[in-house]
């Protein structure tokens, strides 16, 4: 199907003991953002390195810009790009030198290499660091510069059909994280189909227009984000209070379903799942008020990715090494 940039069926991969793909299913509409949203361990970097063809799948079918990764490796490898966990630049090069060499190294003339490296420059906001070495750029600019480098891949100097993030912010502030997220957009805007695997909720929620929850090499809820959130009981109200000593006062007055209240003394906290946030927040305010129970904050927010998880798969292993 013309609209379908990538299909992956029944996709299993083992190593070892291991089964790292358990019959993962996938299908992204071209020129969207699809994230997979997993933990550590789920999969997700396999995944990626099937989708670009750096590793074969044990058995199951995928295809890849109307390619197949197995059969047709090299007609998928020249409409894709990759941006992996670790990206090979030159410390002691500057931005621009090392985008010129990446275009060199994929058979780019010397003058297209060039005007393709300032058009990359421009394009991610890099322009200013001029000869400046990549061992003196911050985490966000040097997660810029790989964003560049991962688009130079194409032969004619074009964007890639389809591009690949594995966890591009994972180990950046916020700043970075902002940074390569607003970089992430202006690739969109150009047709780019991007796949981009996050552990982080609010990263699949800033960028995808769908999301595949992966856990254990298998998916085990897709939608859009609201889709998803809505599956865990949509938003969440917290009440903190100023003493813990009230947490089961509270927890017997406040007009929240009892069954779904999580309670964390050492933060002082009870949190719910809530329908109408409106409601949820004044009837809240209003019941401490009225029983004279002091509060710290009351607050709504959306679900974190390990609330999610809970909801979705009964159990919360996320591991919470980094990487
Ligand atoms: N080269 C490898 N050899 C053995 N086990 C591996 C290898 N690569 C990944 N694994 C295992 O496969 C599972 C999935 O890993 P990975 O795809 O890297 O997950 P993620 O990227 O979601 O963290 C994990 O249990 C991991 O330990
Ligand atoms: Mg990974």
């Known amino acids: ?8 069926e029944e996709v299993r991969k083992r190593y070892g003991d291991t089964q790292a793909l358990d019959g993962l299913d996938l299908t992204v509409a071209r020129g969207t953002v699809h994230g997979v949203l997993g933990p550590n361990g789920a999969g997700k970097t396999t995944l990626v390195r099937i989708l670009s063809t750096l590793l074969r799948p044990d058995s199951g079918r995928v295809e890849v810009a109307g390619h197949d990764v197995v059969r047709q490796a090299r007609e998928v490898r020249l409409r894709i790009g990759l941006l992996g966990q670790h990206a090979a630049l030159d ?11 990446f275009g060199r190294l994929h058979h780019l003339g010397a003058r297209h290499a060039r005007v393709r490296a300032d058009e990359l420059l421009e394009r991610f906001d890099l322009t200013a660091t001029g000869r400046k070495p990549v061992r003196a750029f911050s985490g966000g600019m040097r997660r810029r510069l790989d964003l560049a480098a991962s688009l130079i891949g194409n032969r004619d100097g074009t964007d890639p059909e389809v591009l690949f993030l594995d966890e591009p912010t994972t180990g950046l502030d916020p700043r970075g994280r902002a940074e390569v997220w607003s970089a992430v957009r202006s690739l969109v805007g150009g047709g780019t ?5 996050t552990q982080y909720l609010e990263e699949a929620d800033q960028l995808a227009d769908r999301i595949s929850v992966v856990d254990r090499g298998r998916v085990i809820a897709d939608g859009t984000v609201d889709e998803l959130k809505a599956l865990t009981g949509g938003d969440r109200i917290d009440v903190v209070l100023r003493d813990a000593g009230l947490l089961g006062a509270a927890l017997a007055l406040l007009p929240l379903p009892a069954a779904d209240v999580t309670v964390d003394p050492d933060r002082r906290l009870l949190s719910a799942p809530v329908t109408d946030r409106m409601a949820a ?3 809240v305010v209003r019941a401490l008020e009225e029983a004279g129970v002091e509060a710290e904050d009351v607050a709504l927010r ?3 990715l390990d609330e999610v998880f809970l909801h979705l798969t009964g159990h919360d292993d996320r591991t919470k090494e980094t990487v």
């Open 302 to 304: 959306r679900p974190t």
């Open 1 to 8: 199907m013309a609209d379908t940039a990538i299909t992956v």
């Open 91 to 101: 410390e002691e090069l500057g931005g621009r030198q090392n985008l010129e060499l």
């Open 193 to 197: 189909t991007v796949v981009l695997t």
């Open 281 to 283: 927040l004044s009837a």
